[in-house]
Structures are given as C-alpha cells and as structure tokens.
C-alpha cells in the first residue's frame, strides 16, 4: 500500500513537472510542448528507507521533428547521484508530440512519504463476502420456491 502510495505521489510530481516544463531559450515562441510518452522515475523503497531525498532540474533535449528525448542531463543536482540516475534515465525515455520545441528544463523531485501513524481499520476478507452473498441467494432461493407452492 506505501508502495502504491509512493508510485502515485512520483507519478504527480513528473506530471506536474511536465506543466511547468519551460523552454531553455525564452526568446522562442513556439508551441507548447505536449508529452505523449511519460514513464515515471524509479525510487526504490531502500532509498526511502535511507531518507534519500531531493530536488533537481533535468534539461531535456527533443528532436523536433520525431518528438523523441535525443538527450538529457541534470542542471540542477538532486544531491544524489542515485536519484539523479533515475531522473535521467526516466526522462531520457519521454515522447513529446513532434514539432514543440528542443529543450525543455524539467524539474524532480524526489520525497519520502510520511508515515502513517493513524489505525488502519481492519479489513473483512473476500471469503467472508462470498460466502454472505452465498447466504443471501440460497435465503432468496428458497423464498420463492415457498411463494410458488
């Protein structure tokens, strides 16, 4: 669950980076880059456990006219060179619609989440639901056999 939780807040912040993405030359007016192609950083739950965390700018440069990363490198170090290698290689991956523009700076951000200090309430297990639904259509069942005679 901490786990989904983690690919669910990486996933927020690469998206989120994607909206803030700025051209590296701001005399250009080109499109708006759209990204097509988005898979997310890695952050390995031994990093969390480590509290290895960070903020960096990646600059990513596109090919025009296929929309394909042809390079990226960090601008702004996140502080570790793990993080930084996971950033890189996720956004080296990236597919932006062809004929945007040809670099962008794209921020990362890299956070451990909080623990939860709250009770989590306790789950009923599936079995116990089948077996009430179970329970429910032989009640139904022989409801109607009874009407019927």
Known sequence: MIRQLLHVQIVICVCLSSLYG????????VARPEAIYTPMPVYRPEWARQGLTGKGVVLVTI???????????MLESTGSQLLDGAALQAYSQWRFKPGAVTQLRMPIEFKKRPQRTTAQP??????FYLLLI???LAA????ARRRRT
Not at 22 to 29: F, G, I, K, R, Y
Not at 122 to 127: G, I, L, N
């Open 22 to 29: 700025e051209s590296a030359s701001p005399a250009e007016s």
């Open 63 to 73: 090919d025009k006219e296929t929309g394909k990363v042809t390079g990226a490198r």
């Open 122 to 127: 306790a789950t009923t297990p599936a079995p």
């Open 134 to 136: 179970l329970l429910v």
């Open 140 to 143: 139904a069942m022989m409801i």
